[in-house]
């Protein structure tokens, strides 16, 4: 999550430099053709162009309002565990009398939180992996890449449950299970009473509701058959765009005099670099929005939202020796 005031534009035209320079070439190929050459009859009418433009246009927009509404749901599914979390540590506390158990319990939902976000960071086919993505990381870091899951869940788990966890699929769901049966047990020796049980087991099933939520956005992809007709879109468009230009920006000699006289044309080359510019970049943009668990500088902070639960939790059991709060690097925070 980027937690500044907004993206700088040389961090934007770093982060698009490659569409740009593709860009570039494209505009360059066709003026020449017809300037230099005087392959006059390469310039196609601009209506076809301009329909096409505002088709890809329609097509970028409801892709990006669609991935924005899966990074939204991201945030909410993961503000719910937080606002759950913090009930699940008052019932820890006040229903059970029992500070050892207390402990266990609220020890083993951190290794649940950190168990989920491992599994939100690992990689998909479909997630994005081009080198501006990859460059780009250099300037903040994934909580996740840095420290092995073994290690993270042996802070808050015995030896026993460690091993035991580690062998599972799925660590996460497997942790809540084993809160689940920590809970039966308190009921069994009568540590805590029937409504008591039933209130903290309908807690287990929301944040197994929650984990389901975050599963399935991080396990479905935006469909492929939309991303792609949109990626098929904007290239054609791109293309086609200094072509539909050539003709348009050649009667513009007609009132011109002077040096320009005779080379408007030129003007093809920055004016369809401008315009493949938005288009590529707002295409650039949805597909940082697509994944947001991916690790992408655009994600949904779910290390900071964990660390920020552990430290809330760890002081309502008294603790005073609390990890500190992630801070942002480069004004992205994971």
């Known amino acids: 999550m980027h937690s500044g005031t907004s993206y700088k534009l040389p961090e934007f035209l770093v982060w698009t430099r490659r569409n740009i320079y593709m860009a570039l070439i494209i505009g360059i190929v066709p003026t020449v053709l017809y300037q230099v050459l005087e392959l ?4 196609i009418p601009w209506t076809v162009v301009a329909l ?20 939204w ?24 009398n029992n500070p ?15 168990a989920l976000r491992y599994q939100m960071r690992d990689a998909r086919a479909w997630e994005d992996k081009s080198k501006s993505f990859i460059e780009y990381q250099k300037f903040y870091t994934i909580p996740e890449k840095e420290t092995p899951l073994e290690e993270e869940l042996a802070k808050y788990l015995s030896a026993e449950e460690l091993k035991y966890i580690l062998s599972t699929k799925n660590r996460a769901a497997q942790l809540m299970s084993l809160q689940s ?19 903290l087991e309908k807690m287990v099933r929301d944040f197994f509701d929650q984990q389901g939520k975050s599963e399935r956005i991080k396990n479905f992809p935006y469909p492929r058959q939309f ?41 093809v ?26 690790g992408s500088s655009n994600d949904v902070p779910i290390s900071q939202m964990s660390r920020t639960i552990e430290i809330d939790l760890r002081e309502m059991l008294g603790e005073t020796d609390l990890p500190p709060a992630l801070q942002p690097k480069n004004n992205i925070i994971l």
């Open 269 to 294: 080359i920055p004016f369809s670099v401008l315009i493949s510019w938005v288009y590529t970049s707002l295409e650039q943009v949805g597909e940082s929005t697509e994944n947001p668990f991916e």
């Open 227 to 267: 991303a792609t007709i949109n990626s098929f879109f904007i290239k054609l468009f791109g293309l086609m765009l200094p072509f539909g230009m050539l003709k348009e920006f050649d009667k513009l000699n007609e009132g011109i005099e002077g040096l320009m006289n005779g080379n408007m044309v030129w003007l």
């Open 181 to 199: 049966k920590t809970l039966k047990e308190l009921f069994n020796n009568k540590e805590i009473d029937s409504y008591q049980f039933v209130e």
């Open 100 to 114: 050892e158990k207390t402990k266990e319990l609220v020890y083993r939902h951190f290794a649940w939180l950190t």
């Open 40 to 43: 006059k009859w390469i310039a």
């Open 52 to 71: 096409l433009g505002t088709a890809t246009a329609f097509v970028v927009g409801f892709k990006n309002t669609q991935t924005y509404n899966r990074t």
């Open 73 to 96: 749901e991201a945030r909410q599914i993961w503000g719910a565990i937080l606002n759950s979390s913090r009930s699940w540590g008052t019932m820890s506390r006040d229903f059970i």
